[in-house]
């Protein structure tokens, strides 16, 4: 089974950050420039939280508050989950499914190097299957090796 790191590798390493201070209103243009949806919160070298389009309208909708006024920091998930690079695809999802969230900040050595989504877990999920279905599909009609072993 694929591996996170192999998500990197494919998506790249760039993280997409915000301090705690800025308000929600830059948090939020800076997720639509980007067309991404969330923001690491990093305060120097240490990672706070994590802000979410999600955190974000549930927010807005049990407080109508004023996200010019508003601080990151009051709005970020606190609970961030972790994974690491070497960790099965598979295990990263059954993890997202079980904490209902959509990202995993993957950590190497204590240090963040990435950030896996959702539909990034999915994407390399289907990908898999694809290839193998496609190994399979050569090896019935004799058109290539032995089927692939998990």
Do not use: C
């Amino acid at each position: 089974m694929e591996l996170i790191r192999n998500i990197l590798d494919h998506k790249g390493y760039a993280l997409h950050t915000v301090g705690a201070e800025a308000t929600l209103a830059d948090g939020l243009r800076a997720m639509a420039d980007r067309n991404i949806g969330s923001l690491l919160v990093f305060e120097g070298q240490e990672l706070l939280g994590i802000l979410t389009e999600r955190d974000f309208v549930r927010w807005a909708a049990r407080t109508g508050g004023d996200e010019t006024r508003t601080r990151v920091g009051e709005v970020m998930d606190r609970r961030v989950q972790r994974v690491s690079p070497e960790q099965r695809v598979d295990e990263a999802m059954t993890r997202m499914t079980g904490k209902r969230v959509r990202h995993l900040v993957v950590e190497e050595g204590g240090r963040v190097v990435g950030l896996v989504s959702i539909g990034d877990v999915v994407h390399a999920v289907i990908s898999s299957q694809a290839s193998e279905i496609d190994h399979l599909h050569r090896y019935i009609h004799g058109e290539g090796a032995a089927p692939p072993t998990s």
